[in-house]
């Protein structure tokens, strides 16, 4: 069994240990030394208790106290970060008593920074009276102090003035500057008091600058902490701050803590915290929290997520608007929050746009606020809520009429005011253009005239102003103004094909205002100047009118010479389109209508060619319009007859849509019907289009709800079918995407049972052909009602024949039965 | 870099030569006979900045489809700078970190 070996005990240990026999104080000296260099304080100090007691020291020299003190300094510093200050100012104390002349050894530093941390006045008090430790403190707060909240509450200095007023100042600016509250005014007093010559200026200097960097005063923050001493503590929060600012990586571990505690993330918290202030009724803090939540740069790159943030954001924001909303009508700063949860949602608002406008009014260029102007003007004019009227009465309908009408004009005040807007920062044609659409549309064209006025004064060397001005005045007959701006035109765009036809227009109004005034001289002469060019309308027109102010001259005036001219022109429609139009105006003394001219329109081929040649005139005086147009009568299957191109027939069906899509001219849908035959038999590449419209005229008189036997109403139906299958087949041989969407289009307003791509699966060569034959066929298609009434008719005699070959069949057995009786 | 100024190779504060020029440059080296993709794409990207006006709205409203450009983003984004303030207790416990 061995023996354990005691562990020796190093003769250090305990206080009340002496030295053991042969250990010097040069040794203990040396190891002293050692053990604070290595801040090995324990062991420091009790080789600093063991130097004291040890025999050979005595007397105690300088260097021997010097470095005791240095123990026991050590041991201060510990037990002072430990946070145990009342053991340190203990220790201080007792040793100061039992060895008061240690007390001229310890540092100034550790002194200082002892009283401030134990609110003990030991050394801090002589700062008023003795200048020597004055300055020692004064180098000691500008180069070391951390915590100004000790020399703030440090009791030993007098309160009203000096270095703790300016600590007490400072600290409560900080407070200032830290809070939501817009009051500086203790900050204001810190500004006042810390001057620069003041120990503790470099920390009013930390204060100014981070209340720049909270206001986003980038520039001023900066130029602030650079200004703080490079051997101030604070300068590593400075400098932190100035990273950001510059948008650098943090490079210090204090630069990072301070990145992340200002843009703090943890948005779950942060949104119970609201929820908890606002139920609080603590506004305004809650105000804060959402102000500063928005501008979280963690969220940049993650668009979807922040959509979603900026969503919850926004919602509470909103909360706050409807319980405070007083509030937000003071703060111009309110309105950044929701600009930012606003554009991270893609919205596209008015509001958001009127945000943009009055927050960074400084920074877009007068462009881009004409262009947000002219974007705010749109979404203004969207479709407004009254979408659905309701027929549940004739009183309803029209309140609710009315309704329209005033919101569609709300919509419009509201809109010019942005394109007046526009218009003001930097004129657009875009802006003119849409301004002058919708208060036409809206208002209608006197107020319209005003806009292009505005226009033209913007841009007088646009024409497009100028001849939609001139149009207007003429359909106002407004002649005079309207010659005044055809000068206008005439001077910068003379040659212009549509200022000529203009100033053919123009002529013939003239002419007609000197006609209804009885001056037909004077209207001779204005006749005079119009000539043909290239719309073929004017020569009827020049013609037609010289032949009435013929007849109304009198004197030597040929009617018949005349009259020939008219009919070997071959517009007998134009020619009763201008004496309907005349006869509007009240001209008196009209001639009748030429029975020459009547019986040219007989002809299918020349009414068919000059109604076509009417339909494109686009004068805004002489355009068909389907208030006033109406056709003079024509013969018989007079659509089906003529000769004219297809593409002659399809544009004719498209004015006849665009003039009474409703039907209310009993006309109309025979006119189609007839048109839609000629087309199909041609059989062409408009094939298409004549038989989608005949699938729809079939459709249209289905939902008329006339009692139909249920056979002739599924050969219909089936009919219509195969037209609409058929047409949607041709469009997409053609490889023409958008005559096939056309037709698709077209069909889905039908009370079609099947999908058209569906029925065009079932479309052939052979079908389309048989199709042809039977929509296209020559005999009696005056109307489709008309076809009704012939298959009815066809009908009722099949059965009765059926029935009559029933009966003989009867007759016949009952005979055959008598018989064999 | 936004798209249509990728397509003409020009930066994005080309004034109004350099755009036209770029154009032409491109459309000669990509004819449509030869190259009719990428030709599409060199007249869609020019229509969308062949003048001030135009630049100036893909700025502000972006691509077409799109409700808002790199103006506003950078604008907004920018912002006012409002910081999370984090207190003065928090302050002092950074500096006595930093002196560490």
């Known amino acids: ?821 | 870099m936004l798209y249509p100024y990728e397509i003409l190779g020009i930066s994005e504060n080309a004034d109004q030569n350099t755009v036209r020029k770029a154009y032409l440059e491109k459309i000669r080296r990509h004819t449509p006979e030869d190259s009719p993709e990428m030709f599409g794409k060199i007249a869609d990207a020019y229509a969308l900045v062949k003048d001030e006006t135009s630049r100036a709205k893909l700025r502000v409203f972006g691509l077409p489809g799109k409700k808002t450009g790199v103006r506003l983003r950078d604008l907004v984004l920018k912002g006012k700078k409002t910081r999370q303030r984090i207190g003065v207790t928090a302050w002092l416990d950074l500096l006595r970190e930093s002196q560490k």
């Open chain 1, 1 to 821: 069994m061995g023996s354990r070996k005691r562990k020796k005990r190093h003769y250090y240990r305990g206080a009340e240990r002496r030295a053991p026999a042969g250990c010097t104080s040069s040794e203990i000296i040396r190891d002293l030394e050692a053990a604070i260099q290595k801040r090995r304080v324990r062991k420091a100090v009790g080789l600093a208790k063991l130097l004291r007691k040890s025999p050979g020291i005595e007397p105690v020299s300088a260097e021997i106290t010097e470095i005791i003190v240095k123990a026991y300094e050590l041991r201060l510093l510990q037990l002072l970060e430990s946070g145990l200050k009342k053991e340190a100012d203990s220790v201080f104390v007792a040793l100061s008593q039992s060895h008061p002349e240690y007390r001229d050894y310890f540092s100034t530093d550790l002194l200082i920074r002892k009283d401030l941390e134990t609110n003990s006045a030991h050394i801090l008090p002589l700062y008023e009276t003795v200048p020597e430790k004055a300055r020692l403190i004064d180098d000691y707060i500008k180069t070391r102090l951390t915590q100004i909240s000790d020399l703030a509450g440090y009791t030993h200095l007098p309160g009203e003035r000096g270095l703790r007023k300016e600590a007490e100042l400072i600290l409560l600016a900080w407070e200032e500057v830290e809070s939501t509250d817009q009051n500086r005014d203790v900050y204001k007093g810190m500004l006042k008091t810390v001057g620069r010559h003041s120990p503790l200026v470099n920390w009013r200097l930390f204060i100014q600058g981070l209340n720049a960097f909270y206001d986003g005063k980038d520039m001023e923050a900066k130029e602030i902490f650079e200004r703080i001493s490079r051997d101030s503590p604070i300068i590593d929060l400075a400098a932190a701050l100035v990273e950001m600012i510059e948008g650098k990586e943090p490079c210090s571990h204090v630069g990072r803590q301070v990145a992340v505690k200002i843009s703090k993330p943890s948005l779950y918290d942060e949104l119970e915290e609201i929820d908890d202030l606002i139920a609080g009724k603590k506004y305004k803090k809650a105000e804060k929290r959402i102000s500063d939540l928005l501008f979280q740069p963690i969220w940049k790159q993650k668009s979807g997520l922040q959509r979603e943030i900026a969503g919850s954001i926004l919602s509470k924001y909103l909360d706050l608007e409807i319980l405070i909303p007083e509030r937000f009508d003071s703060l111009p700063d309110r309105h950044f929050p929701l600009l930012q949860a606003e554009f991270a949602m893609g919205l596209d608002s008015c509001e958001q746009w009127d945000r943009v406008l009055y927050l960074y009014d400084d920074d877009l260029t007068p462009l881009e606020k004409a262009l947000i102007n002219n974007r705010l003007a749109e979404l203004a004019l969207k479709t407004n809520p009254f979408d659905e009227l309701s027929f549940a009465n004739i009183f309803n309908f029209f309140r609710s009429q009315a309704g329209i009408e005033q919101e569609k004009e709300e919509r419009l005040m509201e809109a010019s005011e942005y394109l007046q807007e526009s218009a003001d920062l930097y004129p657009l044609r875009e802006t003119f253009s849409l301004w002058y659409e919708k208060t036409f549309e809206i208002r209608g064209a006197r107020h319209a005239e005003k806009i292009l006025e505005s226009w033209h004064a913007a841009f007088p060397e646009d024409a497009e102003p100028l001849v939609k001005l001139v149009n207007s005045y003429r359909e106002r007959k407004v002649y005079r103004k309207a010659i005044k701006a055809f000068r206008t035109l005439d001077g910068i765009a003379a040659g212009n094909p549509e200022v000529e036809a203009i100033r053919i227009y123009l002529y013939s109004d003239d002419a007609i205002s000197y006609m209804c005034k009885g001056k037909p001289a004077k209207a001779e002469e204005q006749l005079a100047f119009i000539t043909a060019g290239r719309d073929v309308f004017c020569s009827a027109l020049a013609a037609t009118l010289m032949w009435v102010n013929g007849q109304m001259k009198g004197g030597n005036f040929n009617p018949a010479k005349h009259e020939s001219e008219l009919l070997a022109l071959e517009q007998p429609l134009s020619v009763y389109h201008v004496l309907q139009r005349l006869r509007e105006i009240r001209l008196d003394g009209l001639p009748s209508i030429p029975q020459d001219i009547k019986q040219q329109w007989q002809d299918p081929d020349v009414y068919v060619n000059n109604l076509h040649i009417l339909a494109q005139v686009s004068d805004p005086v002489w355009e068909i319009h389907e208030t006033y147009f109406t056709l003079p009568d024509y013969c018989h299957n007079c659509f089906y007859r003529a000769k004219a191109d297809s593409s002659i027939l399809r544009r004719l069906m498209e004015l006849f849509i665009k003039r009474d899509d409703d039907f209310d001219f009993p006309e109309t849908p025979d006119i189609l019907w007839q048109l839609s035959a000629n087309g199909i038999k041609r059989n062409d590449s408009n094939l298409f289009f004549f038989l989608a419209y005949r699938g729809a005229l079939i459709d249209s008189f289905m939902s008329e709800e006339v009692p139909l036997p249920k056979y002739i109403a599924q050969l219909l139906t089936d009919r219509g079918d195969e037209c609409f299958g058929t047409a949607y087949w041709l469009a997409e041989k053609r490889g023409s995407l958008n005559d096939a969407a056309w037709v698709e289009s077209l069909a889905e307003e039908t009370v079609l049972e099947n999908d058209v791509k569906e029925l065009a699966a079932l479309a052939t060569e052979e079908k389309k052909q048989r199709l042809v034959e039977i929509e296209g066929a020559a005999y009696g298609k005056k109307s489709l009602k008309d076809e009704v009434t012939r298959m009815r008719r066809r009908s009722a005699k099949k059965t009765k024949r059926a029935t009559r070959r029933a009966i003989d069949r009867e007759q016949q057995e009952l005979y055959e039965q008598l018989e064999l009786i």
